[in-house]
């Protein structure tokens, strides 16, 4: 993450996450196939990172998380993406505050995101 404000997002659906060697199992986007496929996961000094493409105008490297339950992405990439339009004031739902892994608590404004590839 770079430095600065971050914000939070709640993706619609579940991520279906685990490490097995170098691949993530990835869901069919059609809830009822059940087939599935490899995505190679980049091995980062202990955390697994994986190129996503978000709302379908940027791509970044996301540190896959199994623990979390939403996305944080950089102010950067919130202001790219409204830039693009594929985010609007009536996607933000408000602030939470999160507590990170120091213990920390840090307010975040939250929004929708529309899609995340893997």
Do not use: C, H
């Not at 990172?49 to 990439?77: M, Y």
């Not at 004031?89 to 307010?107: E, H, I, K, N």
């Amino acid at each position: 993450m770079s430095a600065g404000k971050n914000f939070s997002s709640n993706v619609p659906g579940q991520a279906d996450w685990s490490v097995a060697g170098t691949t993530a199992p990835v869901p069919s986007r059609d809830s009822t196939v059940t087939t599935r496929e490899s995505i190679p996961l980049e091995n980062d000094g202990g955390t697994y990172r994986v190129p996503v493409v978000i709302n379908g105008v940027i791509t970044l490297k996301f540190t896959v998380d199994s623990g979390a339950s939403d996305v944080s992405i950089p102010s950067d990439v919130v202001s790219t993406l409204m830039r693009a339009g594929t985010i609007t004031g009536a996607d933000f739902l408000g602030t939470q505050t999160y507590v990170l892994a120091d213990g920390s608590r840090v307010p975040s404004q939250m929004f929708r995101i529309r899609s995340l590839k893997v």
